[in-house]
């Protein structure tokens, strides 16, 4: 049975969260059986970042512009009690297993990761040192979007489509700037820059200018038309064939759609696959699944210090049991305390999906033919 919440139900986006810790942990399982010594990141596990980026831009928007007025002090209480309990209690874990020798780890990563500058650390530190928090990196540049965006978006909300759009694109242009600075500099990008939060926001800006948009019924009609999607589908897949890996505005603004289109066409085919509750259950463990998964899939030329159980098959049970365990053990009781915390001026106008009912309530969507199901709650 899928475990329960008092959040409203968002169609489709717990499957795609299921769509990008799969592409996540699929990239680690290759690389730990026989992954190339570079160390690069393949392009399925960038993919799901990419994904992850766009829908936190997505789902985090349309949840503030739900509200009247816009509390932060309500979101950043959400926030702290869903973040950190589950992030804490795995850096804690790594840091009895170093300090027991069981695992390289520094100090300076545990506070890199700690703090949520872990992008702008080295990624790779001295004897095998940096691996188990390299991940951070991502969650990383989620929280200093947190940070940023919320309070400009109730500053500007009246404006917030321009200034998410401006943010996106000055962002693009940055990353271009960087680009070309470093490659005139050294011959070469440095080893930090694809991961830097200036060099990445405009994923999550995207994210955000689409959730600004999907609040027009004319643009939720638009994005619920198939055709639309199997083009944004096909643009999309022309983006990655051309580049790769490589972070571009193209695939910021692509991701988020596809995100949206499902969203309006929860009735359509893909929409229902999203929405199969196994593919919704690994999509509620995604948050755990990617922090626990580092632990486990060490790439076959790193040290396995921890035997048998970063080798298949035990890695990936490892990796559910204690993603499973965070779950309903950690997650679960903080995110209730921090939605009790946060009750006490709650305006009961909030959308959420950050843990989905596993009952199909009323769902706040656009249908097709532009009509509200629904109401705000």
Known sequence: MLPRANERYIPTLDGWRAVAILLVIGDHLVTAAAGSPSGRTTLSGQLGVNIFFGLSGFLITSRLLAERPISLRRFYIRRVFRILPPAFAYLATLGILGALGLIPLYPKELLGAACFFRNYMPPNLPDGGGFYTWHFWSLAIEEHFYLFWPPLLKRARGAALPVAITIAIAGAIWRLIELFREGHLYGHTLVGFPWRTDIRIDA???????????????????????????????????VVARYGVRPTIWQSALVPILIAGTVARPDDLVGRVLDMAPVRWIGRLSYSLYLWQQLWLPPSWFPHT??????????????????????????????????????????????????????????????PSGGIRGTLT
Not at 211 to 238: D, E, M, Q
Not at 308 to 335: G, H, M
Not at 348 to 366: K, M
């Open 204 to 238: 999550l800006m995207c994210g955000a200018a689409v959730a600004i948009a999907f609040t027009s019924p004319a643009v939720r009609t638009w994005l619920g038309k198939r055709v639309v999607w199997i083009l944004a589908l096909l643009l999309y897949g022309l």
């Open 306 to 367: 921890l035997g048998v159980a970063q080798t298949w098959p035990l890695n990936i049970l490892c990796v559910f049991a204690c993603a499973t365990a965070s779950y309903f053990f950690l997650e679960r009781p903080s995110i209730r305390l921090g939605q009790r915390l946060a009750a006490a001026d709650e305006i009961p106008v909030t959308v959420g999906a950050i843990d989905a009912s596993d009952r199909r309530p009323e769902l706040v969507l656009a249908r």
